[in-house]
């Protein structure tokens, strides 16, 4: 058993399989016998010095925390800038990891986490204070540089193509006589990932969804109207997936257009609001739209299991990169094969991770701009593949495990940061 | 082999589980070995004489039906008025049945096909053609008289209670620094069952949905922000769930707030877009909303057992019963016990359930008005009890099936209704 304490903090908005991830640090740095302190709250518990001690889990706790959405242990949204701009912040981990012998940091989030991790890291060398820090890949945007997917990103992708077919034969049923346009908004603000997974749903040429819109392409009111209304002619309806971030040539985000409601309230906006709005003015057709919003990112109940295998072997190999002291990296999943799908896990420098944002390859997009090609279906069939329903219990709900956990005692004097 | 056709066709907006009936239907004539055609996009097609034939279908097709979304034979949104305002279109269905042999109708939906049920076997018996007319029941809004629970709402229940649990594990994890307060838009324009069905998420008193926004209460803004701002200081943020259907005091729809833009274009209202818009102005807490549209009546993926076997359930009883010459009837879902669960199909006359609209009793309904009660979880938790997840196919996706029908050679001039 070697000495010390393993601090495990997750970061950034949740997925349906961060608690995988957590799952599985708790089990293998139970197998190495480690005790695990989990910060509350991501780094601002670790800031704050307000952590749990994993210890009082259970193993069955433990193993629910693999099927459980949300966060076991809280995130945050909290940046650290500079190590120069936020040293008292930095100074201030490395004294709450010295205060609770804290040897080893997982740190389990996206490429703003990739850095965090980083310069704790830089700064525990220049104090000589003896810390592996460890990164630990995890969002539904799938935008980190090095890694071929991003866990999370597996499941919200199968969530938001399984969706979008069920909508579709809702539609096709009804557009005789009522909506004849559905618009669906996914999540994305810089990088397509989940709205090409969209394109999933359907395989031939008029197979919903019709028209994809990218954040990736400038998006051209005109052109897309005029495309609605012909697919509309054509298929009798028209399915639609819109990322979040679409901006017009102006640079403009289309979700930015909220305005005044007829009392002079604020008016949130919203891609497919402003997009079904266009369609009734411009068209006249019946729309209806839809915004899963965090529905898409904490469907646990309909998990992909490759994403949920790779959450967990990217916990596993964190605690043992941690234990054999391999600093400032983060473990990825390298690709071995499309079909079959074969896969591994190997382990990158935190550098080459950090702050940078990995976008969809250019010939992932259709040419005309609306639709994924076969390279993007090849790139994204595996990561949606196999089922990890949840169990489920006999009131019908998920058995999602809520564990109630100690808190370690504070050492230290309360954080003003 | 009785002689005659029997026609089956599909009513009003689609469920989970409408082509379960359908399956289970095509099953039992089958069995009886009496021909089905199936009326393209409902009542629709019958007035059109654009019927399917569906011998063409394969046992495994039909079976397939029992897990796919959707309406297999299109709906409509096509409520016909009285026998004397809307005569040339009974008579107009009378002479396609009569065309194609049909002696018995089987139309499948809620209480304005029951009233088209019925009536339609009204004018048979008027005009001495032998026709029995079986409805059969379908909604997710469970506003069907008579029945205890409608087949499509138990699943649309399900969808709502697990989603709402989802998010809100994902508020939870993320409320220090983010999101504080959630909305989630339910389905039900006049009564709230979907809403109530989401009040299953949670238990405990501080448990989500913290609040539950009821069509058949007031909607009180000044109560409401204030309720939404204690439960922020008490749990640290507040779940919502709101049913599409609420309004103020002097009788106007929430949802119908819609204004304009900043570019002066029209954008659409929503109950939770104008909450979330109120939360952010009058309480200034970051907000996040969802409505799941469509996603809530087509998510087969997350089907409940029991609403599954009551929606065959009925589909083989509307057969017998056909079969057996009960006129204007439609099988109804008697229970017989909430715990355990039991139930049973029994037969009841059309004219108790057309045009009938059954509300929330009052005593489902918490005294404050933003909650359900013991009574509503006993009614409730057996519907949504169960799961039937689809098969998946090894593309992540649930093998739904889509058959192709093949349509019946028209015996009458065009109708131009």
Chains 1, 2 share one sequence.
Not at 169 to 186: G, K, N, P, W
Not at 237 to 244: R, T, W
Not at 308 to 329: S, T
């Amino acid at each position: 058993m070697p000495a010390g304490t393993l601090l495990y903090a997750q970061s950034g908005g949740v997925t349906a399989v961060i608690n995988a991830t957590a799952s599985a640090v708790l089990q293998a740095a139970r197998a190495r016998r480690v005790p695990v302190l989990a910060a509350r709250n991501g780094i601002l518990g670790a800031l704050r010095e307000d952590l749990l001690d994993t210890s009082s889990l259970t193993a069955a706790e433990i193993k629910g925390l693999a099927h459980t959405p949300g966060g076991a242990f809280g995130s945050c949204r909290l940046k650290l800038k500079s190590l120069t701009e936020d040293r008292a912040k930095y100074e201030r981990l490395l004294a709450v990891f010295r205060a609770h012998d804290v040897r080893w940091f997982l740190y389990n989030g996206g490429n703003d986490s990739a850095d965090t991790a980083l310069k704790v890291s830089q700064l525990a060398a220049e104090f000589g204070y003896p810390l592996t820090c460890v990164g630990v890949p995890k969002t539904i945007d799938n935008d980190l540089a090095v890694t071929d997917c991003c866990p999370g990103f597996g499941s919200a992708a199968k969530y938001t193509a399984v969706s979008v077919r069920e909508c579709a034969l809702d539609v096709a049923a009804m557009a005789e006589t009522s909506t004849r346009v559905f618009i669906y908004e996914a999540m994305g603000r810089h990088a397509g990932w989940l709205a090409a997974a969209a394109g999933l749903a359907g395989a031939g040429k008029d197979d919903a969804p019709h028209l994809i819109l990218f954040p990736e392409r400038v998006f051209d009111e005109a052109d897309f109207l005029a495309r609605v209304d012909a697919v509309v002619k054509r298929v009798g309806y028209c399915v639609v997936v819109a990322s979040e971030g679409i901006r017009t040539a102006d640079g403009r985000f289309v979700a930015d257009a909220g305005g005044k409601d007829s009392f002079g309230h604020t008016q949130l906006g919203g891609v497919a609001a402003y997009l079904a709005g266009r369609v009734k003015d411009a068209l006249g057709h019946k729309v209806h739209w839809a915004l899963p919003d965090y529905l898409q990112r904490s469907a646990r109940h309909l998990a992909s299991q490759t994403d949920l295998d790779q959450a967990m072997a990217v916990g596993r190999a964190a605690v043992e990169c941690a234990l054999a002291g391999q600093n400032a990296v983060m473990p990825v999943i390298v690709r071995d094969s499309d079909t079959p799908y074969h896969w591994h896990v190997d382990i990158a420098p935190l550098s080459r991770i950090a702050n940078r944002e990995k976008t969809m390859p250019k010939h992932f997009i259709r040419k005309d701009g609306y639709g994924i090609t076969a390279a993007a279906r090849r790139y994204l069939t595996p990561l949606i593949t196999g089922e990890a329903f949840p169990p489920f219990g006999r009131n019908g709900l998920p058995d999602y495990v809520m564990p109630d956990i100690r808190p370690v005692p504070r050492r230290l004097p309360a954080w003003h940061g």
